[in-house]
């Protein structure tokens, strides 16, 4: 055998980057070898996508080598790891928007007709085939816009296996699926190991690391900790441990610390909702007490965030029963109402309506405290400076200072400063929509611990996700919704994954 069949498919050694005098990678050697999967994990902010990007021929390493197939190569473009047989499936996907399919996939190398020009018949043909392959139920005509990202990243997918990549690199794909995509995207990712693929897989899920992973590289402050077979890591624990670089102790709420004899908080009774053409939410009743944590579980569309929005005043529906907080019926106008009556809402959404980026950590901080400031507008700057400064401290927000803008921040980090501006204005009822999206699994510990603390100064907390262990590990009951109506209250003593699973489905 010569040493191109055996070498791995890359071994890069020694990468070193650093942006504006900053190391974001010191020497870290990795490598791939065919028909395995090699998960890259670590905290946000790493470097794992730009240990990536530079694989993929997006970024230029300041030192180091990069070996394909055993020969030195350099990536000085995209186009370079590509004719390297390496792809990368981005977190932020590259594909256009408004092309089809199947023009996405062909993108910049159209094969031709002996005319010359491009052959979209054998172009639709052999998407059409790949696309099949990989379970994509869409026509290949369908505008790449319209696709879900669940589809999208198999229209990706399927232009990486027709450029013949050999090592195909997936950045966090399965942050934005569901539970049915996810579980997709993994049975495909067996099914292209099996055909000798070398996979890079990263994610925060370590449940999903532990499923298809051979291998596992941690990375901490862009050095290599460590590279080990799965199958020696311990526990999902251990695994972050090695990411934080001290023992990791997930916080917890105990089983007795429901409030049973504080009085009823949030209360909402025979509620729907009605859109243009039918209810989005049906006859759900249910009551929170002060201190409780309240979990709203359910499939995508169930109704958890339209329930969530009810209570706040900002659903898009026509409303009907009756919502009370601290026993008098209430129905908001503005959210400006409702957090004058002590509410605070964390939206699903964080890029849109959670952080002025351009803006400091300070003001995005006290922005929405500033009008319940003693003395509003006349109040002291530096008392308010004080009270951001130890808001971000309570919240851990690793930072440099309070000056430094709030898209300088890793995106767990913004999560945690989107929840701190919140508890900053001291709401006497919290409500969370998917708290921890797409954040790693300290900066969620830290998340989950502040919410823990709120409940127990007698915060009333809702929380709507669709990450079952979340729920289970934060909340006293569990309302399973189900297409709109109220499946079930589970009571803490009863939780169990299976049961919320089966309840969640029609
Ligand atoms: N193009 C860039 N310019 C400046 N800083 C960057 C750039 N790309 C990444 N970084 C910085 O490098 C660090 C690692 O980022 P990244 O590789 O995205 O981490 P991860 O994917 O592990 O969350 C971060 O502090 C990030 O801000
Ligand atoms: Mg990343």
């Known amino acids: 055998m010569n040493a191109a069949a055996t070498a791995p498919l890359i071994e890069a050694a020694g990468l ?30 790493a470097g794992k996508s730009s240990l990536m990007k530079m694989l993929g021929g997006l970024y230029t390493p300041d030192s180091g080598t990069i070996r394909v197939r055993g020969v030195p190569t350099r990536l000085a473009s995209v186009n370079d790891a590509i004719d390297a047989g390496i792809a990368v499936i981005h977190q932020e996907l590259n594909l256009v928007d408004t092309l089809s399919a199947v023009d996405n996939i062909f993108l910049g190398k159209e094969p031709r007709t002996r005319w010359g020009f491009p052959d979209r018949r054998a172009m639709r043909t052999a998407a059409r085939n790949v696309l099949g392959q990989l379970g994509f139920r869409e026509s290949p005509d369908t505008l790449v816009g319209a696709l879900r990202v669940g589809e999208k990243q198999l229209v990706e997918i399927a232009k990486s296996l027709l450029a013949e990549a050999r090592v195909l690199i997936m950045d966090e794909p399965t942050s934005a699926l569901s539970d049915a995509e996810t579980h997709a995207l993994l049975t495909l990712t067996r099914q292209l190991r099996e055909r000798g693929m070398g996979i890079v897989l990263i994610s925060h899920r370590l449940g999903e690391v532990f499923a298809v992973a051979d291998r596992v590289t941690v990375l901490r402050d862009g050095r290599r900790i460590s590279t080990l077979p799965v199958a020696q890591v311990e526990s999902s624990t251990a695994l972050v441990s090695m990411m934080i670089g001290k023992d990791f102790a997930p916080p917890e709420r105990g089983a007795d610390e429901a409030p049973r004899a504080r009085s009823t908080s949030v209360e909402v009774r025979n509620l729907s909702l009605w859109g243009p053409a039918r209810a989005m939410v049906r006859d759900v009743s249910f009551s929170v007490r002060e201190g409780e944590v309240f979990g709203l579980s359910g499939l995508l569309g169930a109704g958890k965030t339209e329930v969530l929005e009810a209570i706040y005043g900002i659903s898009a529906y026509r409303l009907e029963g009756a919502i009370a907080i601290a026993g008098q019926r209430r129905s908001f106008r503005s959210p400006n109402e409702a957090a004058e009556s002590g509410l605070a809402f964390v939206t699903e959404d964080r890029k849109k309506d959670g952080l002025v980026l351009d803006q400091s950590l300070e003001a995005n901080l006290v922005l929405p405290s500033l009008p319940r400031v003693p ?30 803008s709030a898209n300088s921040l890793s995106g767990g980090n913004q999560q945690k400063l989107i929840i701190g501006k919140w508890l900053m204005t001291k709401p006497r009822i919290l409500l969370l929509d998917e708290p921890t999206r797409g954040v790693d699994v300290a900066a969620k510990a830290e998340i989950y611990r502040q919410i823990l603390d709120a409940a127990r100064s007698g915060v009333t907390v809702l929380i709507a996700s669709s990450e079952i262990d979340e729920l289970t590990l934060l909340c006293d009951r569990i309302l399973v919704l189900c297409e709109g109506r109220a499946k079930q209250i589970v009571p803490r003593s009863d939780f169990s994954g299976d049961l919320l699973i089966d309840l969640a489905s029609p």
């Open 375 to 404: 003395g509003f507008p006349f109040y002291r700057r530096r008392r308010l400076c004080n009270w951001a400064a130890e808001q971000a401290r309570a919240s851990r927000v690793k930072h440099r200072s309070l000056a430094q």
């Open 16 to 45: 070193s980057i650093s942006f504006n005098g900053s190391a974001v990678l010191s020497s870290v050697d990795f490598d791939v070898v065919a028909g395995e999967v090699h998960a890259l994990v670590g905290e946000n902010g």
